[in-house]
């Protein structure tokens, strides 16, 4: 039986490299995707590289939505 994702709940972000909520995951997907500017984003200028954390981004189950 394959693990479902719980979307709505806090989960650790390699991006952040932290445990963050469902809300933060979503907006710095929507800024990491470039639905968003980044700067939109407060969390996300405590990323040093924003195209490496696109990559992570990319890779991570949680931006399968």
């Not at 200028?45 to 696109?54: C, F, L, M, T």
Request: proline share 3%; net charge negative.
């Amino acid at each position: 039986m394959a693990y479902k994702l719980d979307y709505e709940a806090d989960h650790y972000c390699p991006v952040y490299e932290r445990v963050i909520c469902a809300d933060l995951c979503y907006e710095s997907l929507c800024g990491l995707k470039r639905d968003v500017k980044v700067s939109s984003i407060p969390e996300l200028s405590e990323v040093k590289d924003i195209e490496a954390a696109r990559q992570i981004c990319k890779a991570c189950e949680y931006s399968k939505l």
